[in-house]
């Protein structure tokens, strides 16, 4: 299974927009102010209320994410790409896989809050 999330968006939300965005889906996750739109390397975040991140990079038409095996960074990280999706009508693709729909994204994600 690949450990990359690629994003495609126009534009990249505001921290504020971004960290309303996943309270919005009612995702417990605390980006402490990450800006995507700059951010590169690895960012710290807590999900509900424990220790995760992911890494960021930036490219042309978009920006990555990796994560590890834990399933915290796995979790945190689709998180954003879902946030993503429905802020900015973001294109997600896991690896070189074709685009994911929302339902198939939020899917994951509770698939993975439920295996931990």
């Not at 939300?13 to 995702?27: H, N, W």
């Not at 900015?88 to 074709?98: H, M, V, Y």
């Not at 685009?99 to 899917?107: D, I, Q």
């Amino acid at each position: 299974m690949s450990r990359t999330c690629r994003i495609r968006l126009a534009s990249v939300p505001t921290p504020a927009e971004l960290q309303s965005g996943l309270k919005v889906l009612g995702y417990k996750l605390n980006l402490e102010g990450l800006d995507l739109a700059s951010a590169s390397g690895f960012q710290g975040c807590v999900l509900d209320g424990e220790d995760a991140g992911f890494s960021v990079t930036q490219e042309g038409d978009g920006l990555s994410l990796r994560w590890t095996g834990d399933p915290r960074e796995h979790c945190a990280a689709l998180m954003v790409a879902s946030a993503l999706q429905k802020l900015s009508e973001a294109e997600i693709c896991l690896g070189s896989g074709a685009p994911l729909s929302a339902a198939t994204l939020h899917s994951r994600v509770l698939e993975l809050l439920d295996e931990m």
